[in-house]
Nanobody, 115 residues
Framework: QVQLVESGGGLVQAGGSLRLSCVAS????????MGWYRQAPGKQRELVAA???????NYPDSVKGRCTISRDNTKNTVYLQMSSLKSEDTGVYYC?????????WGQGTQVTVSS
């Protein structure tokens, strides 16, 4: 089972930018989909961005145009570039990897956007 380790979270002012990284303990080349999810206090975990093995991306309307997901299979890393951050983007951001029926999660990284 792959280990996923997120980094890059922190405190940022509204309107600012952050880039999150997710490093996998082994190759993600075969992974069907890699994604970023977030969970705000008292809310359910929700999708922020996903990228398929073929490079197709998926974003919910809430972040479309402000977030970009990318994957570098040579570095076993997935990135999430976020800009124009809002207070509602605050939460714990989790990296996710799907391989068939296997669903791997990282431990999460906190993102706090101050208004």
């Amino acid at each position: 089972q792959v280990q996923l380790v997120e980094s890059g979270g922190g405190l940022v002012q509204a309107g600012g930018s952050l880039r999150l990284s997710c490093v996998a303990s082994r190759s993600i080349f075969a992974y069907d989909e890699m994604g970023w999810y977030r969970q705000a206090p008292g809310k359910q975990r929700e999708l922020v961005a996903a990228i398929s093995r073929g490079g197709r991306t998926n974003y919910p309307d809430s972040v479309k145009g402000r977030c970009t997901i990318s994957r570098d299979n040579t570095k076993n890393t997935v990135y999430l570039q976020m800009s124009s951050l809002k207070s509602e983007d605050t939460g714990v951001y989790y990296c996710n990897g799907v391989l068939g029926t296997i669903n791997n999660w990282g431990q999460g990284t906190q993102v706090t956007v101050s208004s």
